[in-house]
């Protein structure tokens, strides 16, 4: 069951990026507690195109967004990250090319739409996921998604 203060961030997350018309999804463990699998999320992940992750500061201003600051390549996709503190959940959003390995799949609607209360919430399909965690070379992460979805 997800945590108050994480449900709480998701649904301001949700506001906000639906009121500046961004496309966006939820992805990482959240997501896969979401959809059912067995983990404790420490942090919310969301995805955004890189054009759209400069906007972020201002979107998220009273939540103590960081600035725009390169990651580390996972592979051989740069990838940008802003940081943020929602209800007391850290929140990290990132930013790729549209080439990128999480963008790619968000710009293909590789989602689905996860019902907290009220509101649907944009997330990856676990293959999606799984898919991306294998691109990224996290392939433990990759086969625990891939043993739950054959346990489905």
């Known amino acids: 069951m997800i945590n108050e203060n994480f449900k709480k961030a998701i649904k301001i997350i949700h506001k906000l990026m639906n009121e500046n018309k961004i496309k966006w999804a939820l992805i990482g463990s959240t997501n896969m507690q979401l959809q059912g699998m067995d983990i404790s999320p420490h942090d919310l992940d969301i995805v955004v195109q890189l054009g759209d992750l400069e906007k972020m500061q201002e ?19 740069p990838g940008w990250e802003v940081k943020l503190n929602i209800e007391n959940v850290e929140v990290q959003i990132l930013g790729e090319r549209d080439t990128g390995e999480y963008v790619s799949k968000l710009l293909a609607n590789r989602l689905t739409k996860i019902k907290i209360d ?5 997330c ?13 070379n996290r392939e433990h992460k990759a086969h625990l998604i891939q043993e739950f979805l054959e346990r489905a």
């Open 118 to 122: 009220d509101i649907e919430i944009p």
């Open 59 to 77: 979107i998220f201003s009273d939540y103590n967004a960081s600035a725009v600051k390169e990651l580390k390549p996972l592979t051989n996709e």
């Open 124 to 136: 990856f399909t676990l293959e999606a996921e799984a898919q991306t965690y294998a691109e990224t």
